[in-house]
Nanobody
């Protein structure tokens, strides 16, 4: 059973930075993809960034390219999301997710991910 626990959310001002962490337990090997998704009130869940653990291929939503960086600590099976130049529109609940396999064409589609954390809130004020 895979379990994911997010941390690192909080409140920052426009232009600030935060780093989210996701600690994974259970059987997650190099065949898994892991990623970050977010959901704002009244909006659908959207993919932010994901990484295929096997070769480190990364995928980003256009809205966060150049501002967010996804990375992993293979030894600890921990996923990170470094968020810089945050904007009010980045305000959302951020979720960590995992799925077995590599699917480049659907790397940011939530329907392909099987395991989810409880989420951590990120609030950016103007």
């Amino acid at each position: 059973q895979v379990q994911l626990v997010e941390s690192g959310g909080g409140s920052v001002q426009d232009g600030g930075s935060l780093r989210l962490s996701c600690a994974a337990s259970g059987y997650i090997d190099s065949s898994y993809s892991v990623g970050w998704f977010r959901q704002a009130p009244g909006k659908e869940r959207e993919g932010v960034a994901s990484i295929y653990r096997g070769v480190g291929s990364t995928y980003y939503a256009d809205s966060v390219k150049g501002r967010f960086t996804i990375s992993q600590d293979n030894a600890k099976v921990t996923l990170y999301l470094q968020m810089n130049s945050l904007k009010p529109e980045d305000t959302a609940m951020y979720y960590c997710a995992a799925a077995r396999g590599h699917f480049p064409a659907a790397a940011l589609l939530s329907t392909y991910f099987d395991y989810w954390g409880q989420g951590t809130q990120v609030t950016v004020s103007s």
